[in-house]
Protein backbone atom coordinates (compact mmCIF):
# COMPACT_ATOMS: atom_id res chain seq x y z
CA UNK A 1 0.00 0.00 0.00
CA UNK A 2 1.44 3.31 -1.16
CA UNK A 3 2.83 5.83 1.54
CA UNK A 4 1.64 9.42 1.67
CA UNK A 5 2.67 11.93 1.20
CA UNK A 6 3.81 10.32 -2.58
CA UNK A 7 5.97 11.80 -5.16
CA UNK A 8 5.24 10.49 -9.06
CA UNK A 9 8.19 10.66 -10.86
CA UNK A 10 7.08 11.17 -14.71
CA UNK A 11 5.01 13.39 -17.46
CA UNK A 12 2.00 15.12 -15.44
CA UNK A 13 -0.11 13.86 -18.12
CA UNK A 14 0.62 10.41 -18.41
CA UNK A 15 0.61 10.00 -14.60
CA UNK A 16 -2.68 11.43 -14.29
CA UNK A 17 -3.63 9.66 -17.04
CA UNK A 18 -2.53 6.34 -14.77
CA UNK A 19 -4.39 7.75 -11.62
CA UNK A 20 -7.86 7.74 -13.41
CA UNK A 21 -7.79 4.23 -14.19
CA UNK A 22 -6.51 3.24 -10.15
CA UNK A 23 -9.47 2.58 -8.14
CA UNK A 24 -10.20 5.63 -5.63
CA UNK A 25 -8.63 7.97 -7.17
CA UNK A 26 -10.83 8.96 -9.53
CA UNK A 27 -12.67 11.76 -7.92
CA UNK A 28 -10.89 11.94 -4.30
CA UNK A 29 -8.85 14.99 -4.65
CA UNK A 30 -10.32 18.05 -3.08
CA UNK A 31 -7.73 20.89 -4.48
CA UNK A 32 -5.79 20.45 -7.41
CA UNK A 33 -2.94 23.54 -6.74
CA UNK A 34 0.30 23.77 -8.94
CA UNK A 35 2.09 26.33 -11.11
CA UNK A 36 3.37 24.68 -14.35
CA UNK A 37 6.50 26.07 -16.27
CA UNK A 38 5.49 29.40 -17.66
CA UNK A 39 6.36 29.35 -21.53
CA UNK A 40 9.68 29.65 -22.62
CA UNK A 41 10.84 31.48 -19.41
CA UNK A 42 13.33 28.64 -17.98
CA UNK A 43 14.89 25.03 -19.05
CA UNK A 44 14.58 22.87 -16.02
CA UNK A 45 16.14 19.43 -17.61
CA UNK A 46 16.81 17.81 -20.96
CA UNK A 47 13.38 16.02 -21.03
CA UNK A 48 11.63 17.00 -24.67
CA UNK A 49 8.20 16.79 -22.99
CA UNK A 50 9.21 19.42 -20.16
CA UNK A 51 6.15 21.76 -20.36
CA UNK A 52 6.86 25.26 -21.38
CA UNK A 53 9.20 24.12 -24.06
CA UNK A 54 6.72 23.86 -27.06
CA UNK A 55 7.06 24.99 -30.67
CA UNK A 56 4.58 27.77 -30.30
CA UNK A 57 2.42 29.32 -27.37
CA UNK A 58 -0.65 28.27 -28.94
CA UNK A 59 0.79 24.00 -28.33
CA UNK A 60 1.74 25.31 -24.95
CA UNK A 61 -1.93 26.41 -23.72
CA UNK A 62 -3.30 23.62 -25.45
CA UNK A 63 -1.11 20.69 -23.83
CA UNK A 64 -2.01 23.19 -20.19
CA UNK A 65 -6.00 22.76 -21.14
CA UNK A 66 -5.92 19.38 -21.67
CA UNK A 67 -3.67 18.24 -18.84
CA UNK A 68 -6.30 19.83 -16.87
CA UNK A 69 -8.87 18.73 -18.17
CA UNK A 70 -7.75 15.04 -17.01
CA UNK A 71 -7.43 16.76 -13.83
CA UNK A 72 -11.08 17.20 -13.51
CA UNK A 73 -11.84 13.35 -13.37
CA UNK A 74 -10.10 13.26 -10.25
CA UNK A 75 -11.19 16.24 -8.47
CA UNK A 76 -14.35 15.61 -5.95
CA UNK A 77 -17.60 17.37 -7.38
CA UNK A 78 -16.84 20.11 -4.61
CA UNK A 79 -13.22 19.82 -5.19
CA UNK A 80 -11.11 22.98 -7.02
CA UNK A 81 -8.39 23.52 -9.15
CA UNK A 82 -5.99 26.43 -8.67
CA UNK A 83 -3.32 27.56 -11.02
CA UNK A 84 -0.34 29.93 -10.47
CA UNK A 85 0.40 31.42 -13.87
CA UNK A 86 2.94 34.10 -15.45
CA UNK A 87 2.49 35.63 -18.81
CA UNK A 88 5.26 35.46 -21.82
CA UNK A 89 6.11 38.22 -24.64
CA UNK A 90 6.28 37.47 -28.04
CA UNK A 91 7.65 40.75 -30.05
CA UNK A 92 7.17 42.74 -26.97
CA UNK A 93 4.01 41.96 -27.09
CA UNK A 94 2.06 40.01 -24.34
CA UNK A 95 0.69 36.69 -25.35
CA UNK A 96 -1.98 36.30 -22.65
CA UNK A 97 -1.27 32.92 -22.04
CA UNK A 98 -3.57 33.43 -18.53
CA UNK A 99 -6.73 34.17 -20.16
CA UNK A 100 -6.56 31.95 -23.12
CA UNK A 101 -6.00 29.09 -20.42
CA UNK A 102 -9.03 30.42 -18.60
CA UNK A 103 -10.95 30.81 -21.78
CA UNK A 104 -10.15 27.02 -22.25
CA UNK A 105 -10.70 25.39 -19.02
CA UNK A 106 -14.42 27.31 -19.03
CA UNK A 107 -14.87 25.45 -22.05
CA UNK A 108 -13.76 22.29 -20.74
CA UNK A 109 -16.64 22.79 -18.11
CA UNK A 110 -14.70 24.46 -15.03
CA UNK A 111 -16.20 27.99 -13.89
CA UNK A 112 -13.97 30.80 -13.04
CA UNK A 113 -14.75 31.56 -9.46
CA UNK A 114 -11.77 34.20 -9.30
CA UNK A 115 -8.76 35.53 -10.81
CA UNK A 116 -6.65 36.60 -8.29
CA UNK A 117 -2.79 39.22 -8.73
CA UNK A 118 -0.31 37.91 -6.84
CA UNK A 119 1.59 41.42 -6.04
CA UNK A 120 5.11 40.19 -5.36
CA UNK A 121 6.25 42.63 -3.62
CA UNK A 122 10.00 41.71 -3.77
CA UNK A 123 9.98 41.58 -7.92
CA UNK A 124 12.94 41.70 -10.21
CA UNK A 125 13.71 45.08 -11.83
CA UNK A 126 13.32 44.52 -15.59
CA UNK A 127 16.11 45.02 -17.96
CA UNK A 128 14.09 46.01 -20.92
CA UNK A 129 13.71 49.72 -21.42
CA UNK A 130 10.57 50.03 -23.08
CA UNK A 131 8.40 47.39 -21.00
CA UNK A 132 7.42 47.67 -17.30
CA UNK A 133 8.79 45.47 -14.41
CA UNK A 134 6.60 41.96 -14.31
CA UNK A 135 5.41 42.59 -10.78
CA UNK A 136 2.35 40.24 -10.53
CA UNK A 137 1.44 36.84 -11.68
CA UNK A 138 -1.94 35.31 -11.74
CA UNK A 139 -3.71 32.81 -9.37
CA UNK A 140 -6.91 31.30 -11.27
CA UNK A 141 -9.05 29.97 -8.90
CA UNK A 142 -11.70 27.01 -10.60
CA UNK A 143 -14.55 24.92 -9.09
CA UNK A 144 -15.37 22.02 -10.94
CA UNK A 145 -19.07 22.58 -10.03
CA UNK A 146 -21.25 25.27 -8.96
CA UNK A 147 -20.85 24.10 -5.40
CA UNK A 148 -17.40 24.45 -3.91
CA UNK A 149 -15.87 23.71 -0.48
CA UNK A 150 -13.96 26.91 0.79
CA UNK A 151 -13.50 28.32 4.21
CA UNK A 152 -13.16 31.54 4.36
CA UNK A 153 -12.67 31.64 8.71
CA UNK A 154 -9.56 30.67 7.85
CA UNK A 155 -7.95 32.72 6.04
CA UNK A 156 -10.05 36.36 7.01
CA UNK A 157 -7.69 39.55 7.68
CA UNK A 158 -7.86 41.58 10.36
CA UNK A 159 -7.35 45.46 11.48
CA UNK A 160 -6.71 45.80 7.45
CA UNK A 161 -7.84 49.81 7.67
CA UNK A 162 -5.36 50.09 10.77
CA UNK A 163 -2.59 48.52 7.86
CA UNK A 164 -3.26 50.84 5.38
CA UNK A 165 -3.66 54.10 7.70
CA UNK A 166 -7.41 54.80 7.13
CA UNK A 167 -8.01 53.74 10.87
CA UNK A 168 -6.47 53.87 14.58
CA UNK A 169 -5.72 50.51 16.29
CA UNK A 170 -7.40 50.47 19.37
CA UNK A 171 -6.94 48.68 22.90
CA UNK A 172 -8.84 45.74 23.69
CA UNK A 173 -11.00 47.47 26.50
CA UNK A 174 -12.41 49.41 23.64
CA UNK A 175 -13.36 46.97 21.43
CA UNK A 176 -16.25 44.85 21.43
CA UNK A 177 -16.64 41.31 19.70
CA UNK A 178 -20.32 40.66 19.64
CA UNK A 179 -23.71 42.09 20.36
CA UNK A 180 -24.79 42.89 24.30
CA UNK A 181 -28.36 42.36 24.92
CA UNK A 182 -29.96 43.97 21.70
CA UNK A 183 -32.97 44.77 22.17
CA UNK A 184 -35.65 43.62 19.41
CA UNK A 185 -38.18 46.72 19.87
CA UNK A 186 -36.15 49.25 19.89
CA UNK A 187 -34.64 47.34 16.50
CA UNK A 188 -38.40 47.27 14.97
CA UNK A 189 -38.74 50.95 16.26
CA UNK A 190 -35.79 52.21 13.84
CA UNK A 191 -36.32 49.96 10.89
CA UNK A 192 -40.14 51.25 10.87
CA UNK A 193 -38.47 54.91 10.70
CA UNK A 194 -36.21 54.28 8.35
CA UNK A 195 -38.89 52.29 6.08
CA UNK A 196 -41.47 55.55 6.09
CA UNK A 197 -38.78 57.63 5.27
CA UNK A 198 -40.13 60.70 2.95
CA UNK A 199 -38.13 62.42 0.70
CA UNK A 200 -37.58 65.23 2.91
CA UNK A 201 -37.23 63.80 6.12
CA UNK A 202 -36.10 65.98 9.49
CA UNK A 203 -33.18 65.18 11.70
CA UNK A 204 -36.07 64.30 14.26
CA UNK A 205 -37.73 61.62 11.88
CA UNK A 206 -34.85 59.65 11.60
CA UNK A 207 -32.85 57.69 14.57
CA UNK A 208 -29.68 58.51 14.49
CA UNK A 209 -26.46 56.22 13.77
CA UNK A 210 -25.54 55.83 17.91
CA UNK A 211 -29.81 54.92 18.31
CA UNK A 212 -29.03 51.64 15.51
CA UNK A 213 -25.82 50.62 17.22
CA UNK A 214 -27.39 50.50 20.78
CA UNK A 215 -30.26 49.23 19.41
CA UNK A 216 -28.36 45.73 18.23
CA UNK A 217 -26.53 45.85 21.22
CA UNK A 218 -23.69 47.44 20.83
CA UNK A 219 -21.66 50.34 22.53
CA UNK A 220 -21.87 53.41 19.92
CA UNK A 221 -18.60 54.50 21.67
CA UNK A 222 -16.61 51.39 21.01
CA UNK A 223 -14.88 49.88 18.35
CA UNK A 224 -15.32 46.81 15.56
CA UNK A 225 -12.11 44.71 16.10
CA UNK A 226 -12.46 43.84 12.46
CA UNK A 227 -12.38 47.73 10.74
CA UNK A 228 -11.88 49.33 13.66
CA UNK A 229 -14.88 51.52 13.14
CA UNK A 230 -16.15 53.53 15.99
CA UNK A 231 -19.82 51.79 16.44
CA UNK A 232 -21.69 54.98 15.89
CA UNK A 233 -20.03 55.37 12.67
CA UNK A 234 -19.91 51.36 11.72
CA UNK A 235 -23.33 52.05 10.74
CA UNK A 236 -23.03 53.82 7.66
CA UNK A 237 -21.32 50.29 6.08
CA UNK A 238 -24.55 48.80 5.13
CA UNK A 239 -28.16 50.21 3.66
CA UNK A 240 -31.22 48.69 3.76
CA UNK A 241 -34.12 48.62 1.01
CA UNK A 242 -33.97 50.84 -1.27
CA UNK A 243 -32.79 53.92 0.76
CA UNK A 244 -29.56 53.41 -0.56
CA UNK A 245 -28.52 56.81 0.68
CA UNK A 246 -29.84 56.10 4.45
CA UNK A 247 -27.82 53.20 6.71
CA UNK A 248 -29.10 50.50 8.87
CA UNK A 249 -26.55 48.63 11.40
CA UNK A 250 -24.43 45.52 10.05
CA UNK A 251 -21.34 44.75 11.74
CA UNK A 252 -18.20 42.78 10.69
CA UNK A 253 -17.54 39.58 10.61
CA UNK A 254 -15.52 39.79 13.92
CA UNK A 255 -13.02 36.37 12.80
CA UNK A 256 -12.30 39.37 9.99
CA UNK A 257 -13.04 40.33 6.72
CA UNK A 258 -12.75 38.42 3.31
CA UNK A 259 -9.55 38.81 2.01
CA UNK A 260 -9.26 40.87 -1.43
CA UNK A 261 -8.47 39.22 -4.80
CA UNK A 262 -4.70 40.84 -4.85
CA UNK A 263 -2.08 39.14 -2.45
CA UNK A 264 1.05 40.67 -1.48
CA UNK A 265 3.28 38.24 -0.84
CA UNK A 266 7.14 37.96 -1.42
CA UNK A 267 9.11 35.35 -3.75
CA UNK A 268 11.13 32.84 -2.20
CA UNK A 269 15.07 33.08 -3.46
CA UNK A 270 16.35 29.64 -4.45
CA UNK A 271 20.08 28.43 -2.69
CA UNK A 272 22.24 26.25 -4.07
CA UNK A 273 20.80 22.64 -5.43
CA UNK A 274 17.18 24.36 -4.97
CA UNK A 275 14.54 24.16 -7.61
CA UNK A 276 14.79 27.28 -9.66
CA UNK A 277 11.45 28.36 -8.89
CA UNK A 278 9.76 28.41 -6.01
CA UNK A 279 6.30 28.54 -4.56
CA UNK A 280 6.06 30.68 -1.45
CA UNK A 281 4.66 28.72 1.26
CA UNK A 282 2.44 31.51 2.13
CA UNK A 283 0.82 31.66 -1.19
CA UNK A 284 -0.07 27.64 -1.16
CA UNK A 285 -0.75 28.11 2.63
CA UNK A 286 -3.41 30.44 1.87
CA UNK A 287 -5.05 28.18 -1.12
CA UNK A 288 -4.90 24.96 1.21
CA UNK A 289 -6.80 26.32 4.37
CA UNK A 290 -9.26 27.97 1.83
CA UNK A 291 -9.90 24.80 -0.35
CA UNK A 292 -9.80 22.16 2.23
CA UNK A 293 -10.20 20.30 5.35
CA UNK A 294 -7.94 18.33 7.81
CA UNK A 295 -7.15 14.69 5.64
CA UNK A 296 -8.56 15.78 2.41
CA UNK A 297 -6.34 14.71 -0.84
CA UNK A 298 -4.38 17.31 -2.50
CA UNK A 299 -2.82 16.94 -5.76
CA UNK A 300 0.17 18.94 -7.05
CA UNK A 301 1.12 18.43 -10.85
CA UNK A 302 3.90 20.61 -11.28
CA UNK A 303 5.38 19.58 -7.98
CA UNK A 304 9.18 21.36 -7.73
CA UNK A 305 10.26 21.02 -4.73
CA UNK A 306 7.22 19.67 -2.73
CA UNK A 307 6.22 23.14 -1.55
CA UNK A 308 2.75 22.37 -1.59
CA UNK A 309 3.71 18.62 0.16
CA UNK A 310 5.31 20.29 3.51
CA UNK A 311 2.38 23.02 3.50
CA UNK A 312 -0.36 19.63 3.46
CA UNK A 313 2.25 18.10 6.16
CA UNK A 314 2.38 20.61 8.35
CA UNK A 315 -1.99 21.36 7.89
CA UNK A 316 -2.69 17.34 8.34
CA UNK A 317 -4.04 17.35 4.22
CA UNK A 318 -2.39 14.09 2.19
CA UNK A 319 -1.03 14.85 -0.52
CA UNK A 320 0.27 13.45 -3.95
CA UNK A 321 3.31 15.49 -6.00
CA UNK A 322 4.21 14.58 -9.64
CA UNK A 323 7.12 15.60 -11.00
CA UNK A 324 9.02 15.14 -14.66
CA UNK A 325 12.40 15.08 -13.23
CA UNK A 326 14.16 12.55 -10.55
CA UNK A 327 15.96 15.30 -8.86
CA UNK A 328 13.28 16.84 -8.15
CA UNK A 329 11.19 14.02 -6.61
CA UNK A 330 14.48 12.88 -4.29
CA UNK A 331 14.18 16.84 -3.57
CA UNK A 332 10.62 17.27 -2.42
CA UNK A 333 10.65 13.59 -0.58
CA UNK A 334 13.52 15.08 1.61
CA UNK A 335 12.30 18.28 2.04
CA UNK A 336 9.13 16.94 3.20
CA UNK A 337 10.55 14.83 5.27
CA UNK A 338 12.49 17.76 7.50
CA UNK A 339 9.51 20.15 7.29
CA UNK A 340 7.70 20.27 10.83
CA UNK A 341 3.96 19.20 10.99
CA UNK A 342 1.63 21.97 13.07
CA UNK A 343 -2.22 21.92 13.58
CA UNK A 344 -3.31 25.63 12.86
CA UNK A 345 -6.76 25.13 11.84
Same mark, same amino acid.
Given at each position: ? +???????? @??? @?????????? %????????????? =????????????? #???? #???????FVERLI?? *? +????? !??????? !????? @?????????? !????????????????? &??????????????????????????????????????????? #??????????????????????? =??? =??????????KKIANW??? %?? +?????????? +???????????????????????? &???? $?????????????? #????? $?????????????????????????????? *????????? !????? $?? @???????? /??? &????????? =???????? /?????? %??????
Amino acid at each position: M +ARYPLFIE @GDA @GTVIDQLSQV %PGHRKKYSLIVTS =PPYYKHRKYGDDV #REMG #RESSDSTFVERLIAL *F +AKCRR !LLRDDGS !LWVVI @GDSRRNYGKL !LIPHRLTAGLVREGYIL &REDIIWYKRNYIASGSQINFSQAYEYVLFFSKCSSCFTNMDLI #RTKGNEVKEGRNKEQPLNMLQFG =PIH =PDKKKIASVTKKIANWNAT %PT +AESLPSTSDI +ASAYGYDPEKFCPTCYRKFKRHVT &RNRI $GEHKHYPIFAVCNS #RGKNP $GNVWDIATKAHHGNEHFAIFPEELVERIVK *FATQKGDWV !LDPFS $GR @GTTGIICK /KLK &RRFVGIDLY =PHNVSLSK /KNVQNA %PAYDSD
